[in-house]
């Protein structure tokens, strides 16, 4: 067995069995020589120092590469150290971002101090640049333009236990008030003024969210503003996204062709697909939402992928394509804050975010713009409330776990077709005329009346008849009571007797929200929701002539087989 000495001359070893020439027995026999290792090192140079130097040789040479070998370790740990603190400065400088000035409100932390997060997604029509001008068109007699409107506007809702989400279109064509406001960046301003809500863009980012947020309700935390140019940009960093659409469509508008069936769309054809109004729907700017939801469902479910976040490369082309697409508000203003916010987003399963468009009505002064419809005052209170549309499996946001146990076990009934008895059972004069107030201020039926119970109440109880749990249910989901509030009478109707454990307000004291929550399914009637996880969903398109190829109006389908000679957009 050997064991390395500590000289400069290198290894040797000890008790060793064959004697060197001239080396006496008891060395061989294991003893060491008088003045132990340095003697036996002195002895050894003097016997054979030309050895000793052959010795030391190769041991120098794997010293100097060892050390050669670490000093190249550390500069590569400082090139690669380098390189990700370029990178990551680099992604910033791309970052471009405008204060809100608290223009799109405050959210509201739940009981659990969670708070939602609201983003308005806006996509710019603006001709700014030269690639935007080539991409959208119009720039051959003005040029490089400097104002842009909001054509496409989505409000983006993650619940505070980031459970869920929602995310609701607004027409470009809705009518609506434009508060005064004044660009940061260009001192331009307005006094305020009706008009089309996707004009507010003019006097900047901040004025669109705070017109939204006027119209909605919904506090809305931050902006996200892409144009043509960013849209090209992000779906070539994501590897393209698939869509299918119903029939061979051309919009000879949009430029967008396609035959039926599924298509990988990347560059200037998902461009196309997503400005297309002309192809799908009643060719109006209402069915372009919904196709726009079908490509953004197939980009989260990519972005989702283990194939799209796991290679180093796609994430390094994905974030600098966003941070180069990107205008954002101050509160997302660094890579940090992106990648947070895209955490939060990652949470939410597909299935649980739901895609939905404000419900509409005509506006009785021009036909060509809409108002905002019946339906659209429930969504937006969903929203604000932090309700989930969805009734998949998952966490159940704060406001509909606090009253599960008084709606799990039948359907909504919608609150127009419910009226209520509510009698006073305390001593506090006014009692039953407030609740039954607050009652038909949420949509309850005009036939809600008020009494006096026949005699004082200790307890709060919501009594109803035969075959109206349901009723009764979504009575108490407004007035925050739980199920040990509600109990099956014999008679009919529904009654609701204010008692001494509710001595003041409109809301059950320890309900889960100051606001009461909507009627979720009248949140979604006609609002056109889909799931992010619905995959095989196709663009309907438009079965009207609502495209013109050659002067002569057609279907986009017809005109698609009319242009035989013009390459697809995905060719």
Request: glycine letters at 12%; charged letters at 20%; hydrophobic letters at 35%.
């Amino acid at each position: 067995m050997s064991d390395p000495w500590d000289g400069t001359a290198g290894q040797a070893t000890r008790g060793r069995t064959t004697r060197l020439p001239g080396e006496p027995r008891s060395r061989a026999d294991g003893i060491r020589p008088p003045g132990g290792r340095a003697a036996a090192r002195a002895a050894s140079h003097s016997r054979g120092g030309s050895r000793s130097r052959r010795r030391n040789r190769p041991v120098g040479r794997g010293r100097r590469f060892l050390k050669t070998a670490a000093i190249t370790l550390s500069v590569l740990v400082m090139i690669t150290a380098g390189a990700g603190w370029w990178f990551y400065e680099h992604l910033n400088g791309n970052i471009n971002s405008v204060s809100l000035d608290g223009k799109g409100g405050t959210e509201k932390a739940d009981a659990f101090g969670r708070t939602p997060i609201n983003i308005l997604v806006m996509g710019s029509d603006g001709r700014t640049s030269k690639a935007d001008c080539k991409l959208g068109g119009g720039c051959s007699k003005t040029g490089v333009q400097t104002g842009s409107n909001a054509d496409v506007e989505m409000v983006v809702h993650i619940s505070a236990d980031r459970s869920n989400a929602t995310v609701m279109s607004i027409p470009r064509d809705t009518m609506t008030k434009v508060p005064a406001c004044t660009d940061s960046a260009t001192g331009q301003s307005t006094p305020g003024y009706y008009g089309q809500i996707n004009s507010a863009l003019e006097y900047g980012p901040a004025c669109q969210v705070a017109t939204v947020h006027q119209l909605t309700g919904i506090p809305i935390d931050h902006f996200v503003k892409l144009d043509f140019s960013g849209v090209v940009k992000m779906s070539d960093a994501v590897g393209g996204v698939s869509v299918c659409v119903s029939d061979d469509v051309y919009d000879t508008y949009s430029h967008l062709k396609l035959s039926k069936g599924t298509h990988t769309l990347k560059g200037v054809a998902a461009l196309e697909f997503v400005r297309s109004r002309h192809g799908f729907g009643d060719g109006s700017d209402l069915g372009r939402t919904v196709s726009q939801h079908i490509f953004l469902s197939a980009m989260i479910r990519k972005f989702k992928s283990a194939g799209t976040l796991t290679d180093p490369a796609a994430v390094y082309d994905l974030a600098d394509a966003a941070t180069k697409a990107l205008t954002v508000d101050d509160g997302l203003d660094s890579v940090k804050k992106l990648i947070s916010l895209a955490a939060d987003v990652n949470k939410v399963p597909t299935r649980r975010m739901t895609f939905t468009t404000m419900q509409t009505a005509p506006d009785p002064t021009n036909k060509e713009r809409v108002v905002v419809g019946p339906g659209a005052r429930t969504l937006f209170t969903t929203m604000a409330n932090d309700q989930s549309l969805t009734t998949g499996s998952g966490n159940k946001s704060a406001a509909a776990s606090a009253t599960a146990e008084a709606t799990a076990t039948a359907p909504a009934v919608p609150a127009s077709q419910i009226a209520v008895t509510v009698e006073n059972g305390t001593t506090i004069t006014g009692r039953a005329s407030a609740v039954a107030t607050a009652l038909t201020d949420q949509g309850f039926n005009s036939g809600t009346t008020t009494a006096n119970a026949p005699s004082p109440a200790t307890t709060t109880t919501l009594t109803y008849g035969t075959g109206q749990k349901a009723q009764a249910q979504t009575v108490a989901k407004t007035l925050g009571l739980s199920a040990s509030h509600l109990k099956q009478g014999t008679g009919t109707g529904l009654t609701l007797v204010v008692g001494g454990d509710w001595p003041s307000g409109t809301r059950y004291p320890g309900g889960a929200s100051s606001s009461a929550p909507a009627d979720t399914k009248a949140a979604v009637g006609g609002a056109h929701a889909q799931t992010a996880d619905q995959a095989k969903t196709c663009a309907k398109v438009s079965p009207y002539k609502t495209v013109s190829l050659n002067g002569v109006a057609m279907t986009p389908s017809q005109a698609y087989a009319a242009a035989r000679n013009k390459p697809d957009s995905d060719s």
